[in-house]
């Protein structure tokens, strides 16, 4: 089968940094799908796996985690889905990746794609609305149902990725939500997610929120960096609040700044159940089954921005390097193998 690879990690501007291969197709045992990949998402976990180092693997590696595509075979254990359906997934980061024309997953981590979505629209979906979902609806506790209704929440990064689905997740909930974007570009997709307001980060973030008369909020969502946003999310948290972080810290952050406030931190870590096999691992295929049926009726829509194509390692050094950028308004996606 074709497939994306790397054995050497390397900058991106390395045309050996991620290489074009054929691998033998594997297959299905147990609770595993093998899936005939459409289309991937390319996400900064893809270039972090990739980042240089020394390490030199001894078989070529393939990266990726979104994916959409059609079920070739099944495992003898499989009971949700059989071949033909299609479906999208996250994958899972212990092992081979989605940039290859067929990949294994297991069954309780894939849902069934969404039937209005292309499968560049839907592998655009799957790890980051794992994300925002099990960062509002389970770390944050916020109420699906209406609960919070009327709540406000900061959601920093409002056009990347994650910030693009968080958004539309927020207003689903009923909450006030208030993005961050620096751009006329990604204030303008925000407001299109749905954001009820935008904010620029790079001005000073407390003084614009005081001026949108949000001088406090009920939850912050922070899909950026942990460490720069520390204090100004102890200063905007409201007492008694809850934050949520999903990139990892440099320094050591110091819990003190919430403790009169008795704040909440929470992190998310959208590959916690699939790297511990947890026992409600099966959670999040039907969390992207739940999801499908959302974009199915009109509640939730695709974060595709940019599709290009064929999946080819030319194709996936040009997406990692834009991703790289940190300047990606919603997804980016490869789709199609010529
Ligand atoms: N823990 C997990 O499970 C998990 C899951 C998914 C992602 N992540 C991590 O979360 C981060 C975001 O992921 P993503 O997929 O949303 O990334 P992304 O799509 O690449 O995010 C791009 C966006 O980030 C914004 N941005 C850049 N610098 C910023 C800053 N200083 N402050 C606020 N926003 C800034 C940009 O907005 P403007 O255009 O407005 O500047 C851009 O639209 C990555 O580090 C990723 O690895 C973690």
Redesign the pocket.
Known sequence: MKAVALTHYLPISDPESLFDARLPKPHPAGRDLLVRVEAVSV???D??VRAPKDNVEDAPKVLGYDAAGVVESVGEEVTRFQPGDAVYYAGDITRPGSNAEFQLVDERIVGHKPETLSFAEAAAMP??T??AW??LFTRLSINRAGGNRGDSILI?????????IAIQLAKLAGLVAIA????P???A??TQMGADHTV???DALIEAMTQLGHREVDFIAN???TD??WGVMAELIRPQGKIV????NRDPLDLNLLKNKSATFA??????RSMYQTADMADQGHLLDEVAALVDAGKLRTTLGQTLSPINAANLRQAHAQ?E????????VLAGWR
């Open positions: 996400n900064p976990v270039t972090k790890l980051t794992i994300t099990e960062a920093i990064g409002g056009a990347g990725g994650v910030g693009s961050t974007a620096s751009r570009q990604s204030q997709w925000a620029d980060y790079s899909f950026n960096n720069d946003y972080g999903i990139v990892g992190w998310e870590f959208m590959f916690t991703v950028s940190g300047r990606t308004i919603g997804k980016l």
